[in-house]
């Protein structure tokens, strides 16, 4: 079955601090695509990242960074010292023709 | 950089009556995509559509819904007869080859709000 779990559904933290948001995926693919996504309170989706299957090398955007680990099906993202605009929902998805999504995580970061 | 567009942004609507969603997707994109997500939830696939077919869709997808491409730009969304249930963000998306073994993107519009009253 193709499905993506993220377990953590609330996560609060204070500013400045580092936050790891987990995703756990199953796919019976041997390649495939994985996503982030934010959805600020605004509503819309905003595309974070994008990875093959083929790449396991771990990606560093700014603040941002995620872990890519097939052998534990897992795709981590961390916030590096976290600011209140990263308040927001996280989706990790995968791509099956169609986005399938995860339940999200929602993200507070407190002043 | 295109953009997936999706109008309205918010749409009020009776219960019971009919409602068209409307997105002009990427102008050299050739698949479509209708998801959904009732607030506080995950974002749900309903429909994809290629060639002027629909190619899948989800057990949401019942003889309530029906998707169109009424010309060369518009990809349209419709609710027949609308319940509470349906209110929910409408996300449209397009991409120009499909597959998950594409390396191109499905890009998503903003949504429209739809609130069913």
């Known amino acids: 079955a193709q499905k993506v779990t993220q377990a953590q559904t609330e996560i609060s933290v204070v500013e400045k601090e580092d936050v790891t948001l987990d995703c756990v995926y199953e796919?019976?693919?041997?390649?495939?695509?994985l996503f982030w996504y934010k959805q600020p309170p605004s509503g819309e989706l905003v595309f974070l990242i994008r990875?093959?299957?083929?790449?396991?090398q771990n990606e560093i955007s700014g603040r941002y960074s995620w872990n890519f680990q097939k052998s534990t099906s897992s795709f981590n993202f961390t916030i590096t010292a976290s600011q209140v605009v990263d308040s927001a929902v996280y989706f990790c998805a995968l791509d099956d023709d169609k986005i399938i999504f995860g339940k999200g995580t929602r993200l507070h970061i407190l002043p | 950089e295109p953009e997936v567009t999706q109008t309205p942004s918010h749409q009020v609507t009776q219960m019971g009556q009919e409602v068209i969603l409307r997105c002009v997707p990427i102008?050299?994109?050739?698949?479509f995509y209708w998801y959904r997500q009732i607030l506080g939830q995950k974002v749900e696939f309903l429909v994809s559509?290629?060639?002027?077919?629909?190619?899948?869709k989800s057990e949401i997808f019942d003889d309530q819904f029906s998707v169109e491409r009424p010309d060369g730009s518009n990809f349209t969304l419709k609710i027949r007869s609308t319940k509470l249930e349906d209110s929910a963000m409408y996300f449209c998306?397009?991409?120009?080859?499909?597959?998950?073994?594409?390396?191109?993107?499905?890009?998503f519009g903003d949504g429209t709000r739809l609130s069913i009253l």
């Open positions: 998306a397009s991409t120009m080859i499909m597959g998950r073994w594409s390396n191109q993107p499905q890009h």
């Open positions: 559509f290629y060639n002027n077919e629909i190619s899948e």
């Open positions: 990875r093959n299957s083929f790449d396991e």
């Open positions: 796919t019976r693919d041997t390649t495939y695509y």
């Open positions: 102008s050299n994109h050739l698949y």
